[in-house]
């Protein structure tokens, strides 16, 4: 018994035994950043991603390596005063939505966040914006497998979140939430421990390197208490029980156009990091949330960042908001995700070694161990397995329809034979007995 | 005036039925697009009743006639005739309301039994009869010692009356096959039964509840409601031994109650079959809450399409209004369900200790 | 089961017997005073917007300026219309709708009502929304004549000027409709009932063209009424009015974006029914319920909104009252910031309440505050009900002999059969028989009534105006005649027992006390007033005879008979002052309204609105109240049945 057991065990301590990501720099930057509601009176949600999508644009990260998920268009909302444009502030002097007009006024976006974008490499920005999820397609589900990887096989390139190991991610996320949970669409949400589990798959399966997340929404700091991955920076817009606010509408737009928290953060990039050789810390751009600018208790996580509290707070803010060109020598790690893109057994690999290790660290026996594997191994193949619906056989139907649609004579005629019909068989019962 | 009187105290019942015969006749006729308001009803109108609901039930659009009238009368049919001992024909109307609408079937045993009760009795007077020359001829409800040994086997009649119901079963299928293209008017009729494919509102209690229900458990709750159903009618079967009818009325009572597309008609044919026990009025009236249950009706007769109204029409409520309705609209019908069921026990009690006649009764 | 089992016991309690008509009194006692205690703070709350998409108040208005020349000129323009014929000014006011660029239909409409032909024409166009999906629509409204049959001048011009200037905008999720129908009521219930019917079928009572021009659903509609000529006159609040037909109420968070845009962001003051000087005091919070309330229970139409509600589309006239400086350029503002809330909706209003009862502009009862008051009026006829019952059951235990007539020849052979053999079950059946409930004559009667009060309500909704007033006179005498005749009747010709006249008022009022509480969810005001009214109808029984009073046992023959006549003359007045006819010429004459004119409103409401409240008087507590008159003159006359 025990020695069936024996490769699993060795597996799992080889997985703990790993030594720990290494503090050296990261060779890729990628931005996922999520606006989670739909409806012109979440103008502001919206803007609050495009200013965050601006931003990391502008301090070096590509498009390619910008997820962008939208689920509604204000721009082109009917209700949109100004149609084809999205502002980030009653100024107006900054579209998100077309970068062109930015390049062509520079100085017009002096009021606007993320209008000293002109100066720098905005210069050399492809104009436009690349929303890789939009409508219907923001969801839980599209959220999680973005995160963890595991699509079919036909699922663009461009819609992935091709991380590795030396990957820093930054995650933004905003829209309407409460204890623990983010509403997505007014449909569904995301809860603190579906979060919680996508980042310990991604590190499971090397996905990350360093991992900053971000979210502005009211209970904002609800959403990071459960995670438990290391290498996780977390921060966000207020408490438990803490409503997060709009900063300021625009009166002829007719919404709020900007969340504070929000607001304050973009307000921090824009003046202190106006070039991609700016060395500021995460620890200042933290500071710069003060109730006072934000009306709510924005919060941060320190504890599963290697190094703890120091160390994150000495990270350069770009090495999340801006980019490096690194070049690493492939170094193939066993088990790596990339090795098999799509490869659902990389996938129950992972998701097994997951149980096992929480498996192992919940109790002692071994032989626990060994089932709950084998279990996982087996629901996730069922998983996997396409079910084909038997294809509904409407034939029979159509024949029903078509007589019981016949002529209304020939009905009444059969209806009398029946009824005659059942009457004999009555009368034969009666005389039966 | 004077005629009026006198009709009305030498025939109550004659004017009672005249009166209720001619109104349905003056609102056939003086309303013709009543048939059309009425199923558009909610209350009354349900995918095993209803034509205009066409997809599920095209099938029975052949038996142009059966609706869910016809299997209430086959189930009194089957009563009527159980109580005159005649199995076969009792059988083969279970197996006509069976056939149209499942949850009749649940009404086999009782029947069976009633039917069997009365085939003893038919031959324990006829042995009298022959032996003590009518002495007692007066039907039924003397204690004479019957010899058991000429009464009919029970295991042996139970089989029979199944085997008669089966057949009167197969036969309906087979000439439901003979007149319809094809064997899937089986899954048409019974699967809407089986599995709720259809939501809409209505009287009774299942719509809400699978509305709210997680699909996974959808199966599970399916199967929990229709075990619940069928758990009566073998208990009132045991229970109600010595009074058949009341268990045949009874389960009625609990098909209406609590049958997957419960609608206001089905609580009427139970009412009305309310009478067949007629005996117990006075009990259930003496020692129980009749009136405050009917009173509890009429409210929800009244309150079930008003809010209805507010919910689908005017917009102003919304679908807890109406099941909130429907849930008070049961729990009166249950009432008057467990009063009939109070009732029954107290008299057969009764019977046994005519002293305790008309006092409370008290838990020790 | 121990409770059930010692509530049963209770029943038989003499105690329990006696209890019912103190209950009942404390619950109508109850119910009254519940409304007097809404207005206090505890009881009623501040209004919010609880629709997140409305936005109220959220965007500069740009009303003003050159369209103030524009809402001149029109103003001058609807003035020199209004002098000519009919025919002229509706084509002028189509040329200038098609001018502005919306699509322009018109809608000829006749009804008969009160034995009159009423015509008349709509003329409507449409602003399709450039960027919008066409499914959704809003409607502006200024109707040719407002509820008080002047020329609305103003309003129309006001309503066509900023029709012009929504013309302009690119902003609109929604169409608009501009609506002008030539009158108040009939006009926009024309309009709305053929835009939400699918077919043009006209019927006995109306006659209704079908629309040329239809958009998507209906979200919400406001009319304005500023009856003010091209002399102008600047106006100290607005009075916004929101009472449906059957009291049915728009909901709620229309009202409060309209309240919030125009206090909150234009500075004008609301007022509600008229109440122009609110100091928010208990008083005056009393008074405005109190308005609310009688205004609901009419069910009668208010303004040219009260036509859109039953149709499910919230719907609110903005009326110009007072002398004050709030010119027509406010009112274009706040009407304009309001449609750009309703273009933010993204659903039919739903998130705030649909029953509520309006304390100031800004106050209000939800429904779970004030329900209870009529619900607790209901429930008084219910529990006088249950323990008519009760009493009923009981009457067979002392005269056994009474109803031996049909239960003789029954009774003695069952009495032998428990002698020979005592364990046959159908025994009891036998000897309890006398106590069952005789309750076919009860129910005949009481049916019978009900059915009888369809007369009235014929004859007072379909006569010629003319007639009204004489049928209302007939109607009345008929009423008080009707219980004594009736009750005459039965105790001589039926003979009916004190058990069946007690089941026949229990029957009575159950049936009133579900019917109300039914009607207390669809218009509670309604259902409150005719509870109050009908309130003592709980507490009638049958006559007590002078012989059977104890302390005139030793007095002389023609001295109780004094005492009997004197006793029926006193009830009988009561009984009549308390008549469906009776107090509805009282409420006319207190509230200054002729009758006729009362009648023909009531006539015009039934036949072309759907007003039910004539339907609730006549068949629902006409009938009460005629069982209530049979219950108490039989005692007087009814020697016979009681013995």
């Known amino acids: 018994m025990r020695l069936l057991t024996l490769p699993t065990a060795l597996l799992a301590t080889l997985t703990l035994t790993l030594p720990p990501l290494s503090d050296a720099a990261h060779t890729s930057n990628w931005a996922v950043l999520v606006s989670t509601s739909r409806f012109w009176f979440n103008y502001r949600h919206m803007a609050n991603t495009l200013s965050l999508y601006r931003t990391v644009k502008r301090l070096g990260i590509p498009d390619s390596q910008i997820i962008l998920m939208l689920p509604d268009d204000m721009a082109c909302n009917p209700r949109n005063t100004f149609a084809g444009s999205v502002f980030n502030d009653k100024g107006r002097g ?150 997060s606010y709009s900063h300021h509408a625009d009166q002829d737009v007719g919404v709020a156009v900007i969340d504070r928290w929000t607001y304050f953060n973009l307000d921090f990039l824009e003046m202190r990091l106006n070039s991609t050789a700016s060395d500021v810390r995460l620890g200042e751009l933290f500071d710069f949330y003060t109730f006072d600018r934000v009306h709510s208790d924005a919060g941060v996580r320190y504890d599963l960042f290697p190094g703890g509290e120091d160390a994150a707070r000495n990270r350069r803010v770009l090495d999340f908001f801006g980019n490096v060109q690194g070049v690493d020598v492939e170094t193939q790690v066993p088990g790596d995700g990339r090795g098999g893109v799509g490869d659902w057994r990389s996938d129950l690999e992972v998701l097994r070694r997951i149980a096992a290790r929480q498996e192992r660290e919940a109790m002692e026996d071994m032989n626990e161990t060994q089932r709950v594997g084998d279990a996982g191994v087996a629901v996730g193949e069922r998983a996997v397995e396409q079910i084909i619906g038997p294809a509904a056989d409407l034939k029979g139907g159509r024949d029903m329809a078509a007589s019981a649609g016949g002529e209304g004579w020939l009905k009444k005629t059969l209806g009398a034979a029946s009824l005659l019909a059942l009457g004999g068989a009555w009368f034969v019962g009666s005389k039966l007995r | 005036m004077e005629a009026l009187t006198k009709v009305y105290r030498d025939q109550p019942k004659t004017v009672l039925f005249t009166a209720a015969a001619a109104i349905r006749i003056l609102a056939a006729l003086l309303f013709p697009a009543l048939p059309d308001l009425l199923t558009l009803r909610a209350e009354l109108s349900t995918p095993v009743n209803s034509f205009k609901r066409s997809e599920t039930v095209q099938y029975r659009k052949v038996y142009s006639s059966m609706s869910e009238d016809s299997t209430h009368t086959m189930a009194a049919y089957s009563t009527s005739h159980a109580c005159q001992a005649q199995a076969t024909t009792a059988a083969f109307a279970v197996a006509l309301a069976g056939h149209t609408s499942l949850h009749p079937v649940m009404l086999l045993p009782p029947i069976g039994l009633l039917c069997y009760d009365r085939v003893c009795v038919q031959s324990a007077e006829k042995g009298q009869t022959s032996e003590t020359d009518g002495a007692i001829a007066d039907s039924t409800k003397t204690n004479v010692a019957v010899d058991l040994r000429s009464q009919p086997q029970p295991l042996q009649f139970g089989l029979r009356f199944v085997a008669t119901f089966i057949c009167a079963e197969a036969f309906l299928f087979g000439f439901s096959r003979l007149i319809l293209p094809s064997w899937r008017f089986i899954p048409s009729i019974y699967m809407t039964l089986l599995e709720l494919p259809d939501l809409t509102p209505n009287a009774g209690l299942w719509w809400y509840f699978f509305i709210e229900m997680f699909d996974a458990f959808r199966s599970f709750f399916l199967g929990v409601f229709w075990l619940h159903m069928l758990s009566y009618s073998v208990p009132f079967c ?64 009244l309150l079930g399409p008003a809010f209805h109204h507010l919910w689908i029409y005017a917009g102003s409520g919304n679908a807890n209004f109406f099941y909130a309705i429907t849930l008070v609209w049961s729990l009166a019908l249950l009432i008057l369900l467990t009063d009939t069921v109070y009732a029954a026990l107290r008299d057969e009690w009764e019977a046994e200790r005519p002293e305790g006649k008309g006092k409370e009764i008290r838990q020790m | 089961m121990a409770l059930s089992a010692r509530l049963l016991t209770l029943r038989h309690s003499p105690i329990l017997l006696q209890l019912p008509p103190y209950l009942s009194a404390l619950c109508i006692l109850i119910g009254i005073a519940w409304l007097s205690i809404l207005p206090l703070n505890e009881y009623s709350r501040q209004t919010y917007v609880s629709e997140n998409a409305i936005l109220p108040g959220q965007v500069h208005t740009y009303f003003g300026g050159s369209e103030h020349n524009v809402f001149r000129a029109y103003r001058q323009e609807v003035y020199q219309i209004s002098q000519w014929s009919e025919e002229d000014r509706l084509a002028a006011l189509g040329n200038v709708m098609q001018e502005i660029g919306l699509r322009v239909a018109a809608q000829p409409y006749r009804f008969t009502v009160a034995g009159e032909e009423v015509n008349g024409t709509n003329v409507y166009g449409l602003l399709q929304g450039p960027r919008a999906d066409a499914t959704e629509a809003m409607v502006l409204m200024a109707a040719w004549r407002n509820f008080e049959g002047k020329i609305n001048y103003s309003g129309v011009a006001l309503a066509l000027t900023l029709a012009r200037y929504f013309k302009r905008w690119s902003i609109w999720s929604k169409d608009i409709i501009l609506l002008i129908p030539m009158d108040s009521t009939y006009g926009p219930e024309a309009w709305v009932s053929a835009y939400h019917s ?446």
């Open chain 1, 94 to 243: 900054l579209d998100l939505y077309d970068q062109k007009k930015d390049i062509e006024s520079p100085d017009g976006g002096g009021e606007g966040m993320g209008g000293a974008g002109a100066e720098g490499e905005g210069q050399s920005m492809p104009a436009g914006i690349e929303v890789d999820y939009r409508g219907n397609e923001v969801t839980v589900e599209s959220f999680i497998r973005l995160l963890t990887d595991r699509w079919p096989a036909s699922h663009p390139t461009s819609k992935r979140l091709m991380t590795d190991d030396r990957s820093n991610i930054l995650i933004y996320m905003t829209g309407h939430g409460g204890d623990s949970f983010l509403k997505f669409q007014d449909a569904e949400e995301i809860s603190s421990h579906d979060l919680a589990d996508a980042f310990e798959q991604m590190y499971e399966k090397k996905r990350y390197h360093e991992l900053l997340f971000m979210i502005d929404t009211c209970q904002a700091n609800t959403m990071y208490t459960e995670f438990y991955s290391p290498g996780i920076v977390a921060t966000g817009s207020s408490e438990k029980d803490q409503s």
């Open chain 3, 198 to 643: 699918t077919t043009s079928e006209v019927t006995t009572t109306r006659n209704i063209s079908s629309l040329p021009i239809k958009a998507g659903a209906l979200q919400a509609a406001v009319a304005l009424d500023y009856p003010v000529g091209p002399w102008g006159h600047r106006f100290d609040k607005l009075d916004i009015l929101y009472d449906g037909i059957n009291g049915a109420l728009p909901n709620l968070d229309l009202l409060n974006t309209a309240v919030a845009v125009a206090s909150g962001q234009m500075g004008i003051g609301c007022s509600i029914h008229g109440m122009l000087s609110h100091s928010d005091s208990y008083r005056d919070r009393l008074t405005t319920l109190a308005k609310g309330v009688v205004t609901q229970s009419a069910g009668q139409a208010t303004g040219p909104h009260s036509a859109f509600v039953p149709y499910h589309v919230d719907a609110i006239t903005l009326k110009t009252v007072g002398d004050g400086w709030h010119d027509e350029m406010s009112l274009g503002r706040t009407t304009e910031s309001l449609f750009r809330s309703i273009n933010n909706l993204l659903e039919h209003l739903h998130q705030s309440f649909f029953f509520y009862i309006l304390l100031n502009a800004n106050r209000f009862a939800s429904i779970g505050n004030y329900l209870p008051a009529a619900m607790l009026l209901a429930g008084s006829f219910t529990v006088t009900a249950l323990a008519l019952w009760v009493q009923s059951g009981q009457v067979p235990v002392e005269p056994t002999a009474k109803i031996a007539g049909t239960g003789s020849e029954e009774q003695e052979p069952k009495l032998e059969v428990v002698k020979v053999g005592e364990d046959i079950a159908l025994v009891p059946a036998a000897t309890t028989k006398a106590a069952e409930r005789e309750m076919l004559l009860p129910t005949a009667v009481v049916l019978a009534v009900h059915l009888a009060g369809f007369v009235p309500l014929y004859c007072l909704n379909s006569l010629h105006r003319e007639y009204l007033p004489l049928a209302l006179q007939a109607v009345t005498a008929t009423s008080l005649i009707l219980p004594a005749f009736t009750s005459t009747a039965l105790t001589r010709q039926f003979k009916t027992s004190t058990q069946q006249i007690q089941i026949m008022q229990s029957f009575s009022l159950l049936l009133l006390g579900a019917t109300l509480s039914t009607l207390a969810t669809l218009n509670f005001s309604l259902a409150f007033v005719i509870g109050v009214l009908a309130s003592p109808l709980s507490f009638i029984r049958p006559l007590p005879k002078a012989t059977d009073l104890p302390f005139l046992r030793s007095a002389n023959k023609q001295y109780l008979y004094n005492v009997d006549v004197a006793i029926s003359f006193v009830s009988a007045l009561l009984h009549a002052a308390l008549s469906p006819p009776v107090v509805l010429c009282a409420l006319c004459w207190y509230f200054g309204h002729d009758v006729e004119g009362v009648l023909v409103e009531m006539a015009k409401g039934w036949a072309a609105q759907g007003v039910y409240t004539s339907f609730v008087v006549w068949a629902v507590w006409w009938p009460a109240w005629v069982v209530g008159g049979i219950v108490m003159v039989s005692g007087a006359v009814g020697g016979a049945g009681r013995q």
């Open chain 2, 238 to 301: 045991l229970r109600f031994q010595r009074q058949p009818l009341a268990a045949v009325v009874l389960m009625m009572g609990i098909i209406a109650v609590f049958e997957p597309y419960a609608n206001a008609g089905d609580a009427g044919a139970w009412l009305s079959c309310l009478c067949l026990l007629g005996h117990l009025f006075e009990l259930t009236s003496l020692h129980r809450y009749t009136f405050p249950a009917i009173a509890t009706l009429l409210y929800s007769t």
